[in-house]
């Protein structure tokens, strides 16, 4: 009978992950393309779209993660899953987006958002420093992300940023695209949730330590999202919306969601792994660092920068594997 039930779990477990694949992949074809009818709409650029709508949009899954984990009395794994996911949205998904096509640099505001992106990676990497995000400290990351997200617009709205100039997707009104949009990024949420919870049950039943599915398993199934949007736009030819959706959400982990999971519930000195101040918030720095110069100086990431990112992501989690299997 024990047997029957760890098999029956173990099958639906998978039926939950290829459920989530498929909302996924669908929910992000929907997104990129009305977020391009969108982009246009607006008379703002794709980069601008991907940076705020969909960055957001694929930053839900690690918002809800973190807030319940941090409730719950595990700030680590909200501290983990933040980190984990900025390192993966780069390793991992750009790495897969350029195996499948050249990521070239073509906006001049994603200089501004490279920088953007810095600044909050060291501003976490202080707080870390420190042991502790206070609620006044993730108030204020709040703050910064909300004027900073106008400042785009306010841009946008001068003319500093260009329209794009793609063709538009086949919508009959901006009522139609706008529900497509919404569709999307709830199938992303759920295909998620779904995948996330298939994987828990599936390295339990196989026995992977807990502490390895929060770093590892959470934080790709976290960051699955922003895979399935990027590989889809990187394949219809839409580099701004890739690189500046995984811009702005290594920027929404940052400051929305450690800023909201701060706000519910103050991070506290000595919640956390000390790991996570003493080696993975330094990675996380020195992968937006490599990934910020490629895009300034080199001005693209394409299949053999790609390959070796993707070969990184996997080093990576051999690394907390190793650590936590060890321990």
Same mark, same amino acid.
């Given at each position: 009978?024990?047997?029957?039930?760890?098999?029956?779990?173990?099958?639906?477990?998978?039926?939950?992950?290829?459920?989530?694949?498929?909302?996924?992949?669908?929910?992000?074809?929907?997104?990129?393309?009305?977020?391009?009818?969108?982009?246009?709409?607006? %008379?703002?650029?794709? #980069? *601008?779209? /991907?940076?705020?709508?969909? @960055?957001?949009?694929?930053?839900? !899954? &690690?918002?809800?993660?973190?807030?319940?984990?941090?409730?719950?009395?595990?700030?680590?794994?909200?501290?983990?899953?933040?980190?984990?996911?900025?390192?993966?949205?780069?390793?991992?998904?750009?790495?897969?987006?350029?195996?499948?096509?050249?990521?070239?640099?073509?906006?001049?505001?994603?200089?501004?958002?490279?920088?953007?992106?810095?600044?909050?990676?060291?501003?976490?990497?202080?707080?870390?420093?420190?042991?502790?995000?206070?609620?006044?400290?993730?108030?204020?990351?709040?703050?910064?992300?909300?004027?900073?997200?106008?400042?785009?617009?306010?841009?946008?709205?001068?003319?500093?940023?260009?329209?794009?100039?793609?063709?538009?997707?086949?919508?009959?009104?901006?009522?139609?695209?706008?529900?497509?949009?919404?569709?999307?990024?709830?199938?992303?949420?759920? %295909?998620?949730?779904? #995948? *996330?919870? /298939?994987?828990?049950?599936? @390295?339990?039943?196989?026995?992977? !330590? &807990?502490?390895?599915?929060?770093?590892?398993?959470?934080?790709?199934?976290?960051?699955?999202?922003?895979?399935?949007?990027?590989?889809?736009?990187?394949?219809?030819?839409?580099?701004?919306?890739?690189?500046?959706?995984?811009?702005?959400?290594?920027?929404?982990?940052?400051?929305?969601?450690?800023?909201?999971?701060?706000?519910?519930?103050?991070?506290?000195?000595?919640?956390?792994?000390?790991?996570?101040?003493?080696?993975?918030?330094?990675?996380?720095?020195?992968?937006?660092?490599?990934?910020?110069?490629?895009?300034?100086?080199?001005?693209?990431?394409?299949?053999?920068?790609?390959?070796?990112?993707?070969?990184?992501?996997?080093?990576?989690?051999?690394?907390?594997?190793?650590?936590?299997?060890?321990?």
């Amino acid at each position: 009978m024990l047997e029957f039930t760890t098999i029956e779990g173990l099958v639906l477990a998978v039926g939950a992950m290829i459920t989530g694949i498929i909302l996924l992949m669908k929910g992000g074809d929907w997104t990129i393309e009305s977020a391009v009818f969108v982009a246009k709409r607006w %008379g703002v650029s794709p #980069l *601008v779209v /991907g940076f705020t709508i969909i @960055a957001f949009g694929t930053s839900l !899954p &690690e918002l809800i993660v973190s807030v319940l984990a941090n409730i719950q009395g595990s700030p680590g794994i909200a501290i983990g899953n933040v980190l984990g996911s900025n390192i993966a949205n780069i390793l991992l998904v750009i790495g897969s987006a350029a195996i499948f096509t050249t990521l070239a640099a073509g906006s001049k505001g994603m200089t501004r958002d490279l920088v953007m992106m810095m600044a909050s990676t060291v501003l976490l990497l202080f707080l870390l420093q420190q042991g502790e995000v206070g609620r006044l400290a993730g108030l204020a990351m709040l703050l910064a992300l909300v004027m900073y997200v106008l400042w785009q617009y306010r841009a946008a709205g001068k003319g500093d940023e260009p329209p794009p100039d793609t063709e538009d997707p086949a919508f009959k009104s901006q009522l139609v695209a706008y529900g497509f949009l919404f569709a999307g990024l709830i199938c992303i949420a759920l %295909g998620a949730e779904f #995948l *996330v919870r /298939g994987a828990k049950v599936s @390295a339990h039943v196989i026995g992977v !330590p &807990e502490a390895v599915i929060a770093l590892s398993i959470i934080a790709f199934g976290t960051s699955l999202p922003e895979l399935s949007t990027s590989i889809i736009a990187s394949r219809k030819g839409h580099s701004d919306i890739v690189l500046g959706n995984i811009i702005g959400s290594n920027v929404f982990n940052i400051l929305m969601i450690i800023g909201v999971t701060a706000l519910v519930k103050p991070i506290q000195q000595g919640s956390f792994a000390p790991q996570l101040a003493q080696f993975d918030i330094w990675l996380v720095l020195a992968v937006s660092l490599i990934f910020a110069l490629l895009l300034v100086f080199y001005k693209k990431i394409n299949r053999p920068i790609g390959l070796a990112f993707c070969g990184g992501y996997i080093a990576y989690n051999i690394y907390i594997y190793a650590i936590y299997m060890g321990s």
